[in-house]
């Protein structure tokens, strides 16, 4: 298997504790070594396998041998699903079913002679905005990850709030309406506001096939004035006001970090200020909670490993 590996430093300076931190995602595992203060010395990826545990385990080790002679310490990953944090056990797996009802940790430790620790992606994402991003100094917040799904976490007294059963923040599958008396899936959050089903939109009002369709063009598009498209971004971020607005009666955070790739575009971003502004100016007496401060966070595609990382460090290390 190719490695692609992006050397940040020499082999000569990895003479300190070090930390491989992975990210496993559906397509690639992404993983890095860093110091105790997040920074990268080397990083590369892999393709994620899909042929079972056995190849998965096969690929974490085969990232390990290649730095087992730079003094690790520990193994830092964020995966999807709902897992227990402390265990290192998977109840859950999002797509990677073959993780479900597996002690990773416990596998791990067969192969691999050093600690393990396993995060939610999202949990991670925002334990890497608590560290040292846009939830610095924060005691109440929440991160929304926009993406195929809508990733989340909670922050609770500066701290990633994990629920009663590992649960807290799995945002993806909360019901838009409460009128039906059974769950539809078509009508859950991710349904409404995944990336995809903006760029969906997008197609639909410019009649083309939408598998040709994605954020590149539209924002594009948009940043050259072109109305379909920023109709698409006003739609999109209509919705992702509201479930923000029930966030709020539900949490009465301060902070909002919105994480994702379409994060960092100026123009979702102004929308989505202008939509969360006209629900409180328009309701504000039936609002109990104020509107938070809505912000972008600051990490990109490193934030899991780094809070992954915390989580090791602050949390299971100790």
Not at 153 to 168: E, L, N, Q
Request: aromatic residues 10%; negative net charge; charged residues 25%.
């Amino acid at each position: 298997m190719k490695y692609k590996i992006e050397v940040k430093k020499t082999k000569g300076e990895l003479n300190m504790s070090n930390y491989l931190t992975i990210d496993v995602g559906g397509t690639n595992i992404k993983y890095a070594l860093m110091d105790e203060n997040a920074e990268i010395k080397e990083k590369g990826e892999v393709p994620t396998p899909y042929d079972g545990l056995d190849a998965f385990l096969e690929s974490i080790k085969g990232i390990y041998d290649q730095y087992a002679d730079s003094n690790i310490e520990a193994i830092a990953m964020s995966a999807p699903g709902k897992i227990d944090a402390t265990k290192g056990y998977f109840y859950t797996s999002g797509a990677l079913n073959y993780i479900n009802g597996v002690n990773l940790k416990d596998k791990l430790h067969e192969m691999i002679p050093v600690d393990f620790a396993v995060e939610n992606d999202a949990k991670a994402a925002a334990a890497a905005e608590i560290w040292k991003g846009s939830m610095q100094g924060v005691s109440n917040g929440t991160v929304i990850v926009l993406g195929t799904g809508i990733g989340g976490a909670v922050i609770i007294d500066g701290k990633v709030y994990r629920g009663s059963t590992f649960a807290a923040g799995e945002y993806s599958g909360i019901p838009t309406t409460l009128l039906s008396g059974k769950y539809d899936p078509t009508k859950m959050w991710a349904r409404v506001n995944g990336v995809g089903i903006m760029c969906d939109n997008y197609a639909k009002k410019l009649g083309v096939d939408p598998e040709g369709m994605n954020g590149r063009i539209l924002f594009t598009d948009a940043n050259e004035g072109k109305q379909e498209a920023l109709d698409a971004i006003d739609e999109y971020c209509e919705s992702l006001a509201a479930g923000i607005v029930s966030l709020q009666f539900v949490l009465d955070v301060e902070r909002v970090a919105i994480g994702g790739g379409i994060s960092k575009q100026p123009l979702l971003m102004e929308s989505l200020h202008k939509k969360l502004h006209a629900y409180y100016d328009e309701a504000g007496a039936f609002m109990p909670a104020t509107l938070p401060e809505v912000v972008t966070c600051e990490f990109g595609n490193d934030a899991n490993m780094i809070g992954a990382l915390y989580h090791y460090l602050f949390e299971i290390r100790g």
